[in-house]
């Protein structure tokens, strides 16, 4: 038991002295739990979504009854054919439009317009006039698809770049390079190349696979939408580069990677909208690289958007990987 004992307060004594795995298992727990607090406390979620073309605020009387409704989500929008074309796709139950003419567009075919279209009309809104519009309903799996796919090349590209690298530095083999005239930019992008080539042969092959059998919709290009995947893959490897510019240690590099993929978990769009959430999370998920990833593929598959819709989503990921991988280059330590 001596021998036990001796062997058991040498690895305690081992983790704890090992600062940064000794505050990340105490500062990881915390930091998700304060996470969903963030995000999920409020009101309670309202059952319906219905656009508003218009200020509400302006109305008076029985004209305002139905906009002060509990658990219906009154979403102001500038676009009527875009709102209209969510309407078609179940995206908004209902679309009242409050400005000259009075009216609103419901889907016949979706139960929460059919619900919520009978609540208005209790509610003092028998006067407006009734455009009924056809579309078929977006799937869950149809919806979530590229966040599922984004999340992949997330791991991927910050783990597979990042530890890698962390590990080259403490078995000696970047100190060994240094001795050769690569430069630290040509040895960054060369990882860049590699990990690019692999996930994108590999996201290209799940999605080609998975679409066999469940058949995803998809409204706009194939072409945008590897466009967007082959820039958002960019932006990520360089972020991993960044992290692991100059750390030594496996343990940190690994806990730093996951400090930066779950808030893009979680504030990006993957499993669930950000609609109705704190507006303060809503600015902060603008900051991370996969929600421009998510947003633009999605709005691809599921709203036809074109080249010029998903330009700001790429502007500012090109923006993020020239960043990252100037300052990746900058920092980096071949020791």
């Not at 000259?100 to 809104?125: C, F, H, S, T």
């Not at 990520?236 to 580069?241: F, K, R, T, V």
Request: net charge positive; glycine share 8%.
């Amino acid at each position: 038991m001596k021998k036990f004992f001796a062997i058991l307060h040498a690895r305690n004594m081992e983790f704890i002295r090992d600062t940064s795995s000794l505050g990340w298992n105490i500062l990881f727990p915390l930091l998700l739990v304060l996470g969903f607090a963030v995000v999920f406390t409020g009101e309670p979620k309202a059952l319906f979504k219905a656009g508003v073309l218009g200020d509400a605020s302006v109305l008076k009387g029985t004209d305002r009854e139905f906009f002060n409704a509990r658990y219906v989500q009154f979403i102001t929008v500038n676009d009527e054919r875009m709102a209209i074309d969510k309407v078609e796709h179940f995206q908004l139950d209902m679309l009242v439009d409050i400005r000259q003419g009075r009216r609103y567009w419901i889907n016949e075919n979706a139960p929460n317009g059919y619900v919520l279209e009978r609540v208005m009309k209790g509610m003092g809104g028998s006067r407006y006039e009734r455009t009924i519009v056809q579309g078929r309903e977006i799937r869950y799996v149809d919806w979530v698809v590229p966040g599922i796919l984004a999340m992949n090349m997330m791991f991927s590209c910050l783990f597979g770049v990042g530890y890698v690298i962390v590990r080259y530095r403490k078995n000696g083999f970047l100190k060994r390079l240094k001795a050769t005239p690569l430069h630290p930019f040509e040895f960054l992008l060369a990882q860049m190349v590699s990990r690019l080539i692999l996930i994108q042969a590999i996201t290209v092959a799940v999605y080609a696979g998975c679409n066999y059998f469940i058949h995803f919709q998809m409204r706009g290009s194939y072409g945008n939408l590897f466009l967007i995947s082959l820039v958002g893959a960019v932006c990520l490897i360089s972020l991993g580069l960044l992290v692991s510019a100059r750390l030594a240690s496996e343990e940190l590099a690994g806990g730093l990677l996951n400090l930066l993929t779950w808030p893009m978990m979680l504030l990006s769009g993957v499993w669930f909208s950000l609609e109705g959430v704190n507006p303060a999370v809503q600015k902060i998920a603008q900051f991370l690289p996969l929600t421009h990833l998510v947003d633009g593929a999605r709005a691809i598959m599921t709203e036809g958007a074109g080249l010029a819709d998903i330009a700001p989503h790429l502007l500012i990921l090109g923006i993020m990987s020239a960043v990252f991988l100037s300052l990746g280059s900058l920092i980096f330590k071949w020791e």
